[in-house]
């Protein structure tokens, strides 16, 4: 083979897998906050997917026990189980059912209601729970039971808004209290046998650690938040 070929095909290959390598390379770069990406990495594996589409299906199974505990812990809220059977299948269908007020409002919306000292629901489980798995549902794209599809539909921002935002709902639930100075949602308090149930405290711990995961994956950083009665729940789709 002539000289001159030879020259043309080695400096193909050699720009061949220049490319690979900045491709590959800047696939495994994560910039938090970073405006040049708006927080998006640029590709996930099938890997990565597989576990984020994991962690959805498993948010989901968390929230549902979540719910059912405490409707058992918190019967004022909702004393018929069949009632309360309904409401959990509403909130965790495809479409809501029931209740118009608060099924169609943004995911912050209806955790500020769940903690309000006056609420137009009085079932402030069924709130709590709505709020919960629909900030899932705005994190991850969920639509009509279908799971996460691409990588690039999470953006960073939202899984830290999301972290943001159920961390301050496991710090209200040990914390807001109504005007006669009780808890609003019963959840780690000792039984008359003093047993503390901390199955609550188990399934938030869960969740947040799966949102940490998911965060770490698009090359961002979980951060500790300090919580007030002032602080609000912040919208994860803007």
Same mark, same amino acid.
């Given at each position: 083979? *002539? /000289?001159?070929?030879?020259? !043309?095909? $080695?400096?193909?290959? !050699? ?9 590959? +390379? ?18 996930? @594996?099938? @890997?990565?997917? $597989? ?12 929230? /549902? ?9 918190? &019967?004022?809220?909702?004393?018929? &189980? ?11 269908? *495809?479409? &809501? ?8 409002? *943004? ?14 629901? *009085? ?5 709590? $729970? ?14 009509? +039971?279908?799971?996460?599809? $691409? ?6 921002? /939202? ?39 901390? +199955? ?8 947040? @650690? ?20 002032? @602080? ?7």
């Amino acid at each position: 083979m *002539p /000289r001159p070929v030879v020259g !043309a095909l $080695s400096k193909a290959v !050699a720009l061949i897998l220049m490319v690979f390598v900045l491709l590959f +390379g800047l696939a495994g770069c994560g910039f938090s906050g970073s405006k040049a990406n708006d927080g998006v990495r640029g590709f996930f @594996t099938p @890997t990565d997917v $597989s576990i984020i589409r994991h962690h959805v299906q498993q948010y989901r199974g968390s929230l /549902r026990e979540f719910t059912a505990r405490l409707y058992a812990k918190n &019967p004022r809220y909702e004393k018929d &189980p069949a009632q309360q059977r309904r409401k959990i299948d509403s909130i965790f269908g *495809p479409l &809501p059912t029931g209740e118009q007020l608060y099924a169609f409002k *943004p995911s912050h919306a209806i955790l500020t209601a769940a903690f309000q000292g006056e609420v137009a629901e *009085p079932d402030r489980i069924y709130l709590l $729970s709505l709020g919960l798995w629909k900030s899932i549902r705005e994190t991850y794209n969920v639509r009509d +039971g279908d799971f996460f599809l $691409s990588g690039l539909q999470i953006p960073l921002e /939202r899984l830290q808004r999301l972290h943001h935002n159920i961390s301050q709902v496991n710090w209200r639930l040990k914390t807001c209290k109504d005007k006669s100075g009780k808890l609003l949602f019963i959840t780690n308090e000792a039984g008359e046998d003093g047993y503390i149930n901390m +199955g609550y405290e188990v399934i938030m711990t869960r969740i947040l @650690t799966r949102i940490e995961d998911d965060i770490i994956m698009r090359g961002g950083l979980p951060e500790q938040y300090i919580f007030k009665m002032s @602080t609000m729940f912040v919208g994860i789709v803007i």
